[in-house]
């Protein structure tokens, strides 16, 4: 990340690229991803699906494991293009990162709900509570892919350096799915990455038309000292000793650190 993507970044929460992903690789990504999306669809393969309030396929995990056999996505996560973003801003000390496809149905269309995305903290903080969580040091960075033209993110820019709005507390807490009068709906085109805060205010949606096809993923600082903990639901498929097996040597250090983190 150059200094003005860093500056956008910090201020806005968001940054869009266009060179964090070998141009070669795209086309294989979506093969790829078209296959996963089969076979999670038809129940073949189901490590951990999302799906709609209406049942259908709308987020695919479990791209590493030897169900989908699809080993492109652990190579695409340890690329050259990846890391040239990722090590200036984690270092080169990394932890498990992850993959997932987000899609879209393909019959009725959902509006996801906003959010942040700060797991099992407080959601109606006061502003000291609500704060403390954002300025938590970051110790991971996310993105979105798009394999094709994407516009499905919407995130609200500056808000995850900021206490929530009144407006914003209607959507957050209230669950209104009403627009966000400051909210931006981020364009992507097929290649372009957006790496983003998940502490900004933000939702997804999920239409049928045009078809979805973006990757999200992940990489997280690994630091000595770490208390284990309970494994997150939706990534237990990720403790299997077969999805270590099938990964490339280079990730091992990776998994085993992640690996000896979690309880189970
Ligand atoms: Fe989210």
């Known amino acids: 990340m150059n200094d003005e993507q860093k500056s956008q970044y910090e201020t806005e929460g968001y940054v869009i690229v266009d060179d964090a992903v070998d141009p070669a ?24 699906t999302h799906c709609t309030p209406n049942g259908e396929v709308m987020m695919v995990r479990g791209l590493f494991a030897p169900e989908f056999n699809e080993p492109i996505f652990a190579d695409y996560l340890l690329s050259d293009p990846v890391m040239r973003y990722v090590e200036p801003v984690l270092g080169s000390e990394l932890r498990m990162g992850d993959v997932l496809l987000f899609s879209s149905p393909n019959e009725v269309d959902h509006t996801g709900g906003w959010h942040r995305d700060f797991g099992k903290n407080p959601r109606d903080g006061s502003p000291e509570v609500e704060m403390e969580i954002l300025n938590r040091p970051k110790n991971g960075l996310k993105w979105h892919l798009a394999l094709v033209d994407d516009s499905r993110l919407q995130l609200v820019p500056g808000s995850h ?52 096809m973006t990757l999200a993923a992940n990489w997280r600082k690994h630091t000595e000292g770490e208390e284990p903990a309970e494994t997150d639901e939706r990534v237990k498929w990720l403790l299997a000793d077969s999805v270590r097996d099938f990964l490339p040597k280079k990730m091992h250090i990776h998994y085993d650190r992640w690996r000896a983190l979690q309880l189970g």
């Open 25 to 48: 690789m795209l086309e294989p990504l979506l093969a790829a991803a078209k296959r996963v999306k089969a076979k999670a669809r038809s129940g073949e393969v189901d490590l951990f």
């Open 161 to 212: 350096a900021r206490y929530r709005t009144d407006e914003e507390r209607e959507c957050l807490v209230n669950g209104s799915k009403a627009d966000i009068s400051a909210q931006k709906v981020i364009h992507l085109k097929a290649g372009q990455t957006i790496f983003w805060d998940g502490n900004t205010v933000h939702r997804g949606i999920y239409h049928v038309e045009p078809e979805r």
